[in-house]
């Protein structure tokens, strides 16, 4: 039997971390590809949508995570080099490779667990972008400091669709999203677009400085079957507007 010489053995040991640390587990996924490709991220790199990496709202940039997707068990590891995804239910944007490892490019999102193989130095880049981050999702009503913040959102948005009065006659807008890039609520409309929904609409509040993205102008007597439809299909952060 041939044998394997001790310095190998001994190098092979310190490349392999020993340990990876659960960082957050049930936690939703999304990706983001083309629209985005050869775009700056927030580190200051291109972004390549055929490298394994990933966007967070706060964890340091060269953070290492391990991705698993719960519905299928296959796994990845994606490096941080970008903030977001800036919607409150969110948790992860993932390289559009990253994706497919994951098999999740049908689904769009899809429930993750995380954790970390190896933290990325906390730089002062990191600290401001993630602060900015932070100030976003407080613009849009969300948060990113924990999934307990997210659970509260997506509460709050069920309470706001069974006491809405959904009047016989009245119309009423469905909100999915609110992103601090138009690009961002291009590429979750066309998510929706593929996941077989219509009347999507782009509204931009300059004064925010965020674009939303809503079902419009849904009957009163649809808007149940509606929101059901989009929950069934992933799209569980909803916020009801009646049109006026």
């Known amino acids: 039997m041939k044998r394997i010489p001790l310095l190998i053995i001994a190098t092979l040991i310190f490349l392999t971390p020993l340990f990876s640390e659960v960082y957050k587990n049930g936690v939703t996924a999304s990706y983001y590809a083309e629209d985005f490709h050869g775009k700056r991220t927030s580190n200051g790199e291109r972004f390549n949508m055929n490298d394994y990496t990933c966007a967070h709202k706060s964890l340091p940039f ?69 602060a900015s981050a932070s100030k976003i999702m407080a613009k849009i009503g969300g948060s990113s400091a924990n999934s307990k913040n997210s659970a509260n959102s997506k509460s709050t948005a069920k309470a706001s669709k069974k006491s809405a009065n959904l009047t016989p006659g009245t119309y009423w807008d469905i909100q999915l999203g609110a992103f601090s890039t138009k690009e961002n609520a ?42 059901n439809q989009l929950a069934a299909a992933g799209f569980k952060d909803q916020t009801l507007r009646q049109r006026k």
């Open 62 to 130: 060269n953070t290492i995570l391990k991705v698993t997707n719960l519905a299928n068990g296959k796994t990845c590891q994606v490096r941080v080099n970008d903030r977001g995804p800036f919607v409150a239910s969110r948790e992860i944007d993932l390289s559009k490779a990253a994706a497919i490892k994951l098999g999740m490019i049908g689904s769009g999102t899809t429930k993750v667990k995380l954790e970390i193989v190896k933290k990325g130095a906390n730089t002062k880049l990191s600290q401001q972008t993630a």
């Open 186 to 227: 291009k590429e979750f409309a066309r998510k929706l677009s593929r996941a077989g929904f219509h009347d999507i609409v782009l509204q931009t509040s300059a004064s925010q400085g965020i674009t939303r993205v809503a079902i419009k102008k849904v009957p009163a007597s649809k808007v149940t079957d509606t929101q």
